[in-house]
């Protein structure tokens, strides 16, 4: 039996490692591929006319990046920040569309974990009312529930291009 070249292992490794997080009770990841980095909750500067969900705009080392906060992109009460909220910087891709940096607020984050696909299901039948599009599956983890995200298809077009134009890339 032949061993996996390192590039094979570490790619593999890659695709099964995700970010988890906390909203409200609510326990979801992002492949750790599409992280930059996290930060701590810093003053964010309100834009006009975006979208409620997006809180505004930040300087990230002189760079700015729109921010979105997920608990009302995903329809839930806003929540109270704590010194735990931080924001996690990702990078989104789209066809057609130049890659944006954006900010998404989360109650807390949790930990790196390894998610083996054979531990996700498709996203649940919901309804064809609800947008399940950006949810990739649903993990069982440690006697949790863990909703996978696909961080490129959270935002509609129309809202990337918003961002982008708010925070050129």
Known sequence: MSQPNRSQSRTRSTTDKYLT???G??????PIRKVQEIIGLQEITPVPRLPSFVRGVINLRG???PITDLRLKFGMAKGEDTRRTCIVVVQIE???IPSVTMGV???HV?????IPPDQVEPPP?????VDATFINGVAKVAKKVVVLLDIDRLLSQQEIAAAATVAPT
């Open 94 to 96: 789209r066809t057609g």
């Open 63 to 65: 760079k700015v990046i």
């Open 21 to 23: 997080f906390v909203l």
């Open 25 to 30: 009770k609510e326990h979801y990841a992002l």
């Open 105 to 107: 607020v989360v109650d």
């Open 125 to 129: 039948s919901i309804g064809s009312t």
């Open 110 to 114: 949790s930990e790196v974990q390894d």
